[in-house]
C-alpha cells in the first residue's frame, strides 16, 4: 500500500514482493520498522529526503537479504545507525542474538526505543565506537553497512570476533575494488575464505553484496 506520512509530504515506497519472501511470518514486524523509519528517520537524520520512494527496496530488504548468512549465535552490528542492518536482521532471525553497536547517542535512542516497541527479545544496544567499545566475549560474526571501505573496517570488526569468528559486511558494486585496496589488512588479520557473496538473485532488481571473510581458528 502507498503511504504518506504525515511527517513527509513523499510517498513511501509500495511494499515489493519481495518482502514476504525474506521476512515470511516475520513479516508484519518489518512493516511496523519500515513504518516508524518512515515516519521518523529523516527528522532523525537516520535516513535522507530522497528515501522514502526506495525504502523498502534499497534498505529493508537488501538488509533482510543477508539473514541466510547469519547462524545462531551471536552477531554484532557495527556501526548501527538505523538498524540497517542490525534491526532488520533481528527481525528476520529471532534465533540469532544481536549486539547492536552505535556511538552516537541519538542513533542509540532511536535503536533502544525500536527494540521495546517491536518486543525485540534477542537485541542489545551498546552505545560506543567499535574500536573502543568493551563487549562481554567476543562475537561469532560481525556485519556493517555503509560504514567505511574495507581497508578500515576490517581493522575495526575483526578484532571483535571469536577465532573462527567471520565477517559478514554489506557492501556495494566497488567491492571487488575495495577488496584490493584492502590486501594489506586481510594480511594483517590473516583473514581465509575471502569471497563476494551475491544475494537476492531473482528476487530484487538490485542484489545484494556481501563481503565475507574468517579469522583464523585458534
Given at each position: 500500500?502507498?503511504?504518506?506520512?504525515?511527517?513527509?509530504?513523499?510517498?513511501?515506497?509500495?511494499?515489493?514482493?519481495?518482502?514476504?519472501?525474506?521476512?515470511?511470518?516475520?513479516?508484519?514486524?518489518?512493516?511496523?520498522?519500515?513504518?516508524?523509519?518512515?515516519?521518523?528517520?529523516?527528522?532523525?537524520?537516520?535516513?535522507?529526503?530522497?528515501?522514502?520512494?526506495?525504502?523498502?527496496?534499497?534498505?529493508?530488504?537488501?538488509?533482510?537479504?543477508?539473514?541466510?548468512?547469519?547462524?545462531p549465535?551471536r552477531?554484532?552490528?557495527?556501526?548501527?545507525?538505523?538498524?540497517?542492518?542490525?534491526?532488520?536482521?533481528?527481525?528476520?532471525?529471532?534465533?540469532?542474538?544481536?549486539?547492536?553497536?552505535?556511538?552516537?547517542?541519538?542513533?542509540v535512542?532511536?535503536?533502544?526505543?525500536?527494540?521495546?516497541?517491536?518486543?525485540?527479545?534477542?537485541?542489545?544496544?551498546?552505545?560506543?565506537?567499535?574500536?573502543?567499545?568493551?563487549?562481554?566475549?567476543?562475537?561469532?560474526?560481525?556485519?556493517?553497512?555503509?560504514?567505511?571501505?574495507?581497508?578500515?573496517?576490517?581493522?575495526?570488526?575483526?578484532p571483535?570476533?571469536?577465532?573462527?569468528?567471520?565477517?559478514?559486511?554489506?557492501?556495494?558494486?566497488?567491492?571487488?575494488?575495495?577488496?584490493?585496496?584492502?590486501?594489506?589488512?586481510?594480511?594483517?588479520?590473516?583473514?581465509?575464505?575471502?569471497?563476494?557473496?551475491?544475494?537476492?538473485?531473482?528476487?530484487?532488481?538490485?542484489?545484494?553484496?556481501?563481503?565475507?571473510?574468517?579469522?583464523?581458528?585458534e
Amino acid at each position: 500500500m502507498t503511504e504518506h506520512t504525515p511527517e513527509h509530504p513523499a510517498v513511501l515506497e509500495p511494499e515489493p514482493a519481495a518482502a514476504t519472501v525474506v521476512f515470511g511470518d516475520r513479516l508484519e514486524l518489518a512493516r511496523a520498522f519500515t513504518r516508524n523509519l518512515a515516519r521518523h528517520g529523516e527528522e532523525l537524520g537516520l535516513i535522507g529526503p530522497l528515501e522514502l520512494p526506495r525504502l523498502w527496496s534499497r534498505h529493508v530488504i537488501n538488509s533482510g537479504l543477508v539473514a541466510p548468512l547469519l547462524r545462531p549465535g551471536r552477531v554484532g552490528d557495527v556501526g548501527s545507525g538505523a538498524g540497517l542492518p542490525g534491526l532488520v536482521l533481528a527481525i528476520a532471525r529471532p534465533d540469532v542474538r544481536f549486539t547492536l553497536i552505535e556511538p552516537m547517542e541519538r542513533r542509540v535512542a532511536w535503536l533502544e526505543r525500536q527494540v521495546s516497541e517491536l518486543a525485540l527479545e534477542n537485541v542489545d544496544v551498546v552505545r560506543g565506537r567499535a574500536e573502543e567499545v568493551k563487549l562481554t566475549g567476543r562475537l561469532d560474526q560481525v556485519t556493517a553497512r555503509a560504514v567505511s571501505a574495507l581497508r578500515t573496517l576490517i581493522p575495526i570488526t575483526a578484532p571483535l570476533l571469536r577465532p573462527g569468528g567471520e565477517l559478514v559486511l554489506m557492501k556495494g558494486s566497488g567491492v571487488d575494488a575495495e577488496i584490493r585496496a584492502a590486501e594489506k589488512a586481510i594480511r594483517r588479520f590473516n583473514l581465509v575464505d575471502v569471497e563476494v557473496v551475491l544475494l537476492g538473485e531473482g528476487i530484487v532488481d538490485d542484489v545484494t553484496r556481501v563481503f565475507r571473510a574468517r579469522v583464523p581458528a585458534e
